[in-house]
């Protein structure tokens, strides 16, 4: 099941919007897709950018680890990182258990909300998953 209120990458991460950052304006909770997570095993490590770091779109926000391989994670949008998910460092696996909930990665504050008009819709991310 794809979430439909979530907005994708082709990347496999997610975008939740209407998260309340610190201090004022939206900010964007990011994971991996349950497809992602399925593909990569049982994950071991998760590997995140700091809060305060700043990326751009498409750019590396860190590295997941799993019994068969090491894949880098990618931000879907530009932005600030104001947290990450730091039950993640004890718990790697919430990823595989509950990657639309207590498995999410970084929040992410945007620099142009415009930007998610380049992500796909629950309907076009199961486009791009369909031949996998």
């Keep these: 099941m794809i ?27 990011v994971g991996i897709t349950d497809h992602a997570q399925s593909e990569l095993g049982d994950i071991v490590f998760v590997q995140l950018a ?4 700043t990326v751009s779109a498409g750019e590396s926000i860190g ?26 460092e004890d718990n790697p696996e919430l990823v595989n258990s509950d990657p639309y909930g207590a498995g999410w990665l970084l929040d992410l504050q945007p620099d142009d909300p415009a930007q998610l008009d380049d992500l796909l819709d629950a309907a076009g991310y199961a486009e791009v998953t369909a031949g996998n």
């Design 63 to 88: 590295e997941v680890e799993s019994t068969k391989s090491v894949s880098d994670l990618f931000a879907p949008v530009g932005g600030t990182v104001v947290a990450r998910n730091a039950a993640l």
């Design 50 to 53: 700091e809060p305060g770091t």
């Design 3 to 29: 979430p439909e209120e979530l907005r994708y990458s082709r990347d496999h991460e997610w975008v939740r919007t209407g998260q309340e950052g610190p201090g004022t304006g939206e900010v964007y909770r």
